[in-house]
């Protein structure tokens, strides 16, 4: 466990900013994991439909201890509920909406991200490769969040030149929000939208092996 | 003489596979899969099978059993991991297994296309990734898409929540998944339901997979909640 781990943005704080970001009536799918915690701070003046890839869209909270209906579950194989508005469908067409590009948004955690976009999340090249839906949203939602500590529990950093691991995809990531900054893919590498305040350029550029352009 | 394509038990419903067979199995996860048929599947002692769903099974129950009993020899999937599979974690950690990883959505539209008369579509996902190896790459517009073909089968088990004896089916909740495409897919697709529809035929409005796509159906009208029995530590056979 390194310093950086603990320090930044909480896991609440990074959620909260992915939030602010979606217009109202956006369709958004969140992946397994940190990336569910967004939920939870959209604007209640906003309406924002949730798409869970096993064929739900307009999924709501997680179901009630007492509610639990096993036929009624996310992506994560957990009992859910489903909001007015809501629809069921088959496996290809829960695809086609992503694959087609009716997908506004969405958020994926990551191992390692590089300067040109490629996001690496689905395999450490050990144990058992499994892919779920991950290849699909990235290079069919239209943006691409990745939502993730800065540094790896042992402090090497994620966003690099290029990843080392297997792809999930090339060139496919929008914009990736840390807990130590939020910053934009470019044409040009990373580019420094938001900073955690407490820390300087110096020391985010430390922590990540990528260039950041900072101005 | 009327159709009818209502079977009494899941012996019956059985009695085709054979040994090697491709086999399609709904579900995501517990919801949407047929664990009577794939019990009744067991039951029949074929082996050598090649199974096509998204996961590979959890505990000793369904698909978690099948792959237990060594009847399995490949599984073609989206995702194998999970924190309660176990047959299927041993098997491939020895080299007993085979394992074909395919993205999600890349496996639903390769059955669907099988089940179009599709042999094979253009997608950019795992463009870029160890899964597009091997492939061939085709550009349009100036991206790169990469070839994947239609997956078929000789069977399809499938769950479904009604049908009538024309075999028009209806689903529950996300437990559709996967099972319209698969039914589409198969050259005998065979499916348990909760209940027979009460009136003659279903509202034609509500019906999700025309009969055409079924071929025989039986009643499994009270079927095993996968996570719990496995919680309750309940295995087959």
């Given at each position: 466990m390194n310093e950086f781990i603990n320090l930044g943005w909480t896991k609440d704080e990074i959620a909260k900013k992915i939030a602010n970001e979606f217009p109202h009536g956006s369709y958004v799918n969140l992946g397994i994991g940190m990336p569910e915690l967004v939920s939870k701070f959209v604007d209640e003046n906003k309406e924002i439909i949730y798409h869970s890839e096993n064929g739900l869209l307009g999924m709501g909270p997680p179901a009630n201890e007492n509610e639990l209906d096993f036929e009624l579950i996310n992506a994560g194989k957990k009992p859910v509920t489903i909001l007015p508005g809501g629809s069921y469908c088959h496996h290809a067409d829960s695809f086609s909406m992503i694959r087609g590009g009716h997908i506004d948004y969405c958020?994926?955690?990551?191992?390692?991200?590089?300067?040109?976009?490629?996001?690496?999340?689905?395999?450490?090249?050990?144990?058992?490769?499994?892919?779920?839906?991950?290849?699909?949203?990235?290079?069919?939602?239209?943006?691409?969040?990745?939502?993730?500590?800065?540094?790896?529990k042992d402090g090497s950093p994620k966003l690099l030149k290029n990843c080392s691991l297997p792809l999930t995809g090339k060139s496919v990531v929008t914009r990736v929000y840390s807990n130590l900054a939020i910053l934009d893919v470019t044409p040009d590498g990373f580019k420094l939208k938001e900073i955690y305040e407490k820390i300087d350029f110096d020391f985010l550029q430390k922590v990540t092996e990528a260039k950041i352009i900072f101005n | 003489m009327k159709i009818n394509k209502l079977f009494n038990s899941v012996n019956d419903v059985m009695s085709d596979v054979f040994d090697g067979a491709v086999i399609m199995l709904g579900g995501f996860g517990e919801a949407g899969s047929p664990v009577e048929l794939i019990h009744g599947l067991i039951d029949t002692k074929c082996k050598d099978l090649t199974i096509i769903a998204n996961n590979a099974g959890n505990g000793k129950i369904g698909l978690g059993a099948l792959i237990g009993e060594n009847q399995v020899k490949k599984v073609i999937c989206s995702f194998a991991r999970s924190p309660k599979n176990i047959t299927f974690k041993e098997l491939y950690e020895n080299n007993k297994i085979e394992l074909e990883v395919v993205p999600q959505g890349t496996l639903a539209e390769r059955i669907r296309s099988a089940g179009a008369g599709i042999p094979g579509?253009?997608?950019?996902?795992?463009?870029?990734?160890?899964?597009?190896?091997?492939?061939?790459?085709?550009?349009f517009d100036g991206k790169?898409?990469?070839?994947?073909?239609?997956?078929?089968?000789?069977?399809?088990?499938?769950?479904?929540?009604?049908?009538?004896?024309?075999?028009?089916?209806?689903?529950?909740?996300?437990?559709?998944?996967?099972?319209?495409?698969?039914?589409?897919?198969?050259n005998q697709t065979i499916v348990q339901v909760k209940r027979i529809e009460k009136e003659e035929n279903t509202d034609p409005e509500k019906i999700i997979t025309p009969g055409i796509f079924v071929n025989k159906v039986t009643v499994v009208n009270e079927p095993i909640i996968e996570s719990i029995a496995i919680d309750n530590g309940e295995t087959y056979p």
């Open positions: 958020v994926l955690g990551a191992m390692e991200v590089s300067q040109g976009g490629d996001l690496a999340n689905w395999t450490t090249g050990k144990g058992i490769p499994a892919v779920g839906g991950a290849m699909d949203l990235v290079v069919g939602a239209k943006n691409v969040f990745v939502m993730s500590q800065h540094t790896t | 579509f253009y997608t950019q996902t795992s463009v870029g990734t160890p899964l597009a190896e091997g492939k061939e790459i085709k550009i790169e898409y990469v070839l994947e073909k239609a997956l078929k089968a000789d069977f399809a088990l499938i769950k479904a929540e009604t049908s009538d004896r024309y075999g028009n089916l209806t689903y529950n909740k996300t437990a559709r998944n996967f099972n319209p495409v698969m039914c589409m897919a198969a």
